[in-house]
Every structure is written in structure tokens, then in C-alpha cells.
């Protein structure tokens, strides 16, 4: 297994289990995974929350996947409101043509839980910094690159005023290890939001 591919699987474990420890003892049997990619995520939180039905979303559906993932044209989710306990994304809002339309499409679609993992920044810097690694790690994928990352924290801004309240928000995220984490980690959140 190449090196690129333990590394990414790291990480994504890493993502999982920062999931998992912030939904500990909450209750959800219904999830929704948006921009599921090739399933591995909604695959693991099935697995580590066994009593869990996840359905998996994207725009593009890769030839391989740990799990059925449904396509959908990105323009509306396809399932009526409130259909879930939880809908999450990781690293997808900063892709959508419409982060904040996106996001309130999410909103719609839970009856009680938001979930994030993505990216914040507040310098030049740190914008051109999620530039580089996104081109690093989705152009081989066929992903454009948007550049929508979240300026400070503007996304959980929204969320509060949409009728949501902040259970948790992970800032600095630890998904990164070693001397690339120290650098970048500062650039990585996750949040749960529950409807009020």
C-alpha cells in the first residue's frame, strides 16, 4: 500500500473517530453522509455505531466504494425535511458552487444534528495553504478545487442564526499528526450543532 494511502486512511480515521467522540451518548439511528466520496467514512460510522442506518450522497460516484453511495445533482438533497437524526459532510462544504445553500440544504434534511469537519482560515496564508493541499489531494480524484473555505468561522454563524445550537466546535482540530499536523491542524475544525 503506498504511503499517500496510509496517510489519507489515517487521517480519515483520525476525522472518524473526533465524529465519534462527539456524538458519544447522543442518539441517532438515521444519518446522512453528504459528499460521501467513496463510502469510507459512512462506512466507518456504521461500523462504530452499529445501531446506525447511514445513507451515502455524493455528486460523483467513484468506481470503487466501501459502500452504495447514491448520486444526486448537488443542487437539492433529495430527501424531504427532517428525514434523518444526523446529517454530516467532511471536507465537501468548501466544494459546493454555494457553501452557505448547501449548508442550509443539510439544516433541512435533520431533525436534530449538523455534523462538519472541514477548513477555516483567517490569513492569506492559511487560504493559499488550503489551495495548495486541496489541489494536492482532489486533482488526481477529478474534484475541482472551489477555494470556498470558511473565513473564520462565518459557516457557524449561519448555523446559529438557522435555528441551531453548538454543541461542540474543535478548533484546532487534531486529523494531522507529526510536524505536518503542528502546521496545518490550526486550519482544520469540527462542529456539531443540534436543532433547537
Not at 500500500?1 to 489515517?10: Q, S, Y
Not at 446529517?87 to 458552487?97: C, G, I, N, R
Request: some cysteine; aromatic content about 10%; overall charge positive.
Amino acid at each position: 500500500m503506498a504511503t499517500g494511502r496510509v496517510d489519507a486512511l489515517a487521517y480519515r480515521s483520525r476525522i472518524v473517530s473526533q465524529f465519534e467522540s462527539l456524538l458519544h451518548g447522543q442518539d441517532v439511528t438515521k444519518i446522512l453522509d453528504v459528499g460521501a466520496g467513496d463510502g469510507w467514512i459512512a462506512n466507518q460510522i456504521s461500523k462504530r455505531l452499529p445501531k446506525t442506518q447511514v445513507t451515502a450522497i455524493d455528486v460523483q460516484i467513484r468506481e470503487h466504494t466501501w459502500r452504495p453511495v447514491k448520486k444526486y445533482d448537488g443542487d437539492r438533497i433529495p430527501f424531504e425535511d427532517s428525514s434523518f437524526d444526523l446529517v454530516y459532510a467532511s471536507d465537501v462544504l468548501h466544494h459546493a458552487h454555494d457553501p452557505a445553500r448547501l449548508l442550509s440544504d443539510m439544516m433541512r434534511c435533520t431533525s436534530r444534528f449538523l455534523l462538519l469537519k472541514d477548513h477555516t482560515y483567517s490569513t492569506p496564508l492559511g487560504w493559499l495553504t488550503l489551495g495548495l493541499l486541496d489541489e494536492l489531494g482532489n486533482r488526481r480524484l477529478g474534484i475541482p478545487s472551489r477555494y470556498h473555505y470558511q473565513h473564520r468561522f462565518t459557516w457557524a454563524d449561519h448555523i446559529e442564526t438557522s435555528g441551531f445550537k453548538r454543541v461542540s466546535l474543535v478548533h484546532p482540530a487534531e486529523v494531522e499528526d507529526r510536524i505536518w499536523g503542528r502546521w496545518t491542524n490550526k486550519l482544520q475544525f469540527v462542529g456539531l450543532w443540534c436543532r433547537t
